[in-house]
Nanobody, 126 residues
Framework: QVQLVESGGGLVQAGGSLRLFCEASGRAFSSYAMGMGWFRQAAGKEREFVAAIIWSGSSTYYADSVKGRFTISRDNAKNTVYLQMNSLKPEDTAVYYC?????????????????WGQGTQVTVSS
């Protein structure tokens, strides 16, 4: 099993920054190479891909809507994945979810992931 706990969400003005954290635990997370991703879900909309990172941290992938503004990274020694969000826009408002799955590539499809956190709210005011 893998447990994921997100934190770092909050209220910020447009143009501001936030850093999200995803702390992972569990025997499976320590035993396998794990691909990690961030998704978000705005009110009344489908959950959408934001960013993903390979188990080693050497490769990343971003949705076009966040490319150049968001950065995903990980510290495997701390079992933590980060999402640095800069130049935030009101349309970035959503609940942000961390996801994990065993594997040695970058996964960008929601159904690729089997483990999910509870989510953290990000609200960007105009």
């Amino acid at each position: 099993q893998v447990q994921l706990v997100e934190s770092g969400g909050g209220l910020v003005q447009a143009g501001g920054s936030l850093r999200l954290f995803c702390e992972a635990s569990g025997r499976a997370f320590s035993s396998y190479a794990m691909g990690m991703g961030w998704f978000r879900q705005a009110a009344g909309k489908e959950r959408e891909f934001v960013a993903a990172i390979i188990w080693s941290g050497s490769s990343t992938y971003y949705a076009d809507s966040v490319k150049g503004r968001f950065t995903i990274s990980r510290d495997n020694a701390k079992n933590t994945v980060y999402l640095q969000m800069n130049s935030l826009k009101p349309e970035d408002t959503a609940v942000y979810y961390c996801a994990a799955r065993p594997g040695r590539t970058v996964y960008i499809v929601r159904n690729d992931y089997g483990y999910w956190g509870q989510g953290t709210q990000v609200t960007v005011s105009s």
